[in-house]
């Protein structure tokens, strides 16, 4: 069974950092765009950060400067790392995997920010 699993997420203090991690597992044929998307509460869903397999990345304007995405292709695992964290980033974090030609999501971590 193809399947997304995070870890990373918790509690931190405005300014402070948290790295979020994402692996993909299964028989994966075909990975394609990898990201996150993160849901505040009363708040749709948004798109955070996306790494396409041509390297090309896009960020929310919310985020540009303090976090940076990157991905492991041989592991299957896509990152997120946060750098001063604002409370306004408080929301469970949602990776996304295009798999198999296929968008899959994972289960959701969160992270929440103190001020």
């Known amino acids: 069974q193809v399947q997304l699993v995070e870890s990373g997420g918790g509690l931190v203090q405005a300014g402070g950092s948290l790295r979020l991690s994402c692996a993909a597992s299964?028989?994966?044929?075909?990975?394609?765009?990898m990201g996150w998307y993160r849901q505040a509460p009363g708040k749709q869903r948004e798109m955070v950060a996306i790494?396409?397999?041509?390297?090309?990345?896009n960020y929310a304007n919310s985020v540009k400067g303090r976090f940076t995405i990157s991905r492991d292709n041989a592991n299957k695992t896509v990152y997120l790392q946060m750098n001063s964290l604002e409370p306004e980033d408080t929301a469970v974090y949602y990776c996304?995997?295009?798999?198999?030609?296929?968008?899959?999501w994972g289960q959701g971590t969160q992270v929440t920010v103190s001020s």
């Open positions: 299964g028989r994966i044929f075909s990975i394609n765009a």
């Open positions: 790494l396409t397999t041509d390297g090309s990345t």
């Open positions: 996304y995997a295009n798999l198999n030609w296929r968008d899959r």
